[in-house]
């Protein structure tokens, strides 16, 4: 039997931005944080930037009517285009960076990568999210808190 979802999953997801943060701050400069990190960052929290993507955004336009979600289109659009670039750096440059386990490999790269998405997390935390908690009925937070169960295991 599984267990029900988080009543939560706006906190969900800052909780997880949160410690996508705190493993960001942590492991740069520190090459034994380096796996953990990459492990994280390919792991849970590509899961829960997909669930924003593809439930969370999508729900919060349906949400708005008229200029409003066209706003909101503009705002998400914006995000996931940025997270599209922060992917594909982290594919090209970063995680193989990680992976050489050098610091001289790693250096400005990934520096510059973490300070991109942590600004990425920002915007999302701080724009998003509030007017997510805000916006979306019962319903859509329900099938987003089941989406949000899947980062509980691991996914």
């Given at each position: 039997m599984s267990t029900p979802p988080p009543p939560d999953p706006i906190g969900r997801l800052h909780a997880v931005h949160a410690e996508t943060r705190r493993r960001l701050q942590g492991a740069l400069g520190r090459a034994a944080h380096w796996p953990a990190l990459a492990a994280w960052i390919d792991?849970?929290?590509r899961a829960a930037h997909d669930i924003l993507e593809?439930?969370?955004f999508p729900a919060l336009i349906e949400s708005m009517a008229?200029?409003?979600a066209v706003c909101l289109k503009a705002?998400?659009?914006g995000l996931v285009r940025d997270r599209a670039d922060l992917d594909r750096r982290w594919r090209q440059t970063a995680r193989p960076a990680l992976d050489g386990v050098t610091v001289a490999a790693?250096?400005?790269?990934?520096?510059?990568?973490?300070d991109d998405?942590?600004?990425w997390l920002a915007r999302a935390d701080g724009e998003l999210l509030p007017?997510?908690?805000r916006l979306l009925d019962d319903a859509a937070l329900d099938a987003l808190a089941v989406d949000c169960a899947r980062l509980d295991d691991g996914a």
């Open positions: 792991g849970p929290a593809q439930r969370l008229g200029s409003d705002m998400t659009g790693v250096g400005v790269d990934l520096a510059t990568w973490a998405y942590l600004a007017m997510a908690a």
